[in-house]
């Protein structure tokens, strides 16, 4: 096992495009995470999976966003109609029931 | 709602020098106390935590609930300690992590 994963590592969108990232988590853990990390802050939690069920979402979360946990492995997060703040690291963390959380390396996303 | 502080951005110290990097928490309920460190071109990790109440790469960090504190120490830094330091809380049943700014520690030889 290598880890959480994340796809594409970076990305450079224009302003209004929409765009995705995945997230794959480590086998067999049951929480998925998702935080957004801005230049000089720490990471900033946007939505929660138990297995397939997104049980909590930040309202940070605008109605652009959206995020998915198909059959309760990985995770896709989807920004529609990107703005210049949506410029952040994306990152994903996983973790068993109760136990660490393990993040991945993060998606960088640059909206010009 | 819950609120991690880091009041300082960057410590830099010599080799051998003691650290201390200070977080204060906010919280109403029984936190859960971490420290995360990402070292450069790594992901973010996990250092230690406050129930286990260990020493990790001969860092501690004792949870001080009358002063809301969770500082991490270590006696003498190497230069591997270099790297970005994030004090976080766990709150709810959902365990999502709330973090602090972060704090930057340069260790020079």
């Known amino acids: 096992d290598t880890g959480v994963s994340q796809d594409p590592r970076h990305k450079i969108t224009k302003r209004g495009q929409n765009v995705t990232f995945r997230c794959d988590p480590i086998s067999e853990h049951n929480r998925l995470y998702w935080y957004r990390q801005t230049l000089g802050q720490g990471p900033e939690f946007l939505t929660y999976f138990q297995n397939e069920a997104q049980l909590e979402k930040s309202r940070l979360l605008s109605d652009r966003f959206s995020a998915e946990r198909p059959k309760g492995s990985f995770s896709t997060l989807e920004i529609q109609r990107t703005e210049q703040g949506d410029s952040a690291m994306y990152l994903c963390?996983?973790?068993?029931?109760?136990?660490?959380?393990?993040f991945g390396p993060g998606t960088r996303l640059t909206v010009t | 709602a819950q609120r991690v502080t880091q009041p300082e951005k960057l410590l830099s110290v010599f080799k051998g020098a003691p650290v201390e990097l200070k977080c204060n928490y906010s919280?109403?309920?029984?936190?859960?106390l971490f420290w995360y460190v990402q070292y450069s071109r790594q992901r973010l990790q996990l250092l230690l935590r406050?129930?286990s109440r260990e020493s990790i790469k001969g860092f501690t960090a004792d949870l001080n609930k009358g002063e809301t504190s969770f500082h991490l120490k270590k006696p003498f830094a190497q230069e591997e300690d270099s790297a970005m330091y994030y004090c976080a809380l766990i709150s709810g049943a959902n365990s999502k992590l709330t973090f602090g700014k972060g704090i930057t520690l340069s260790v020079r030889p």
């Open positions: 963390a996983s973790s068993p029931l109760s136990g660490e959380q393990y």
């Open positions: 406050h129930i």
């Open positions: 919280y109403s309920g029984s936190p859960e």
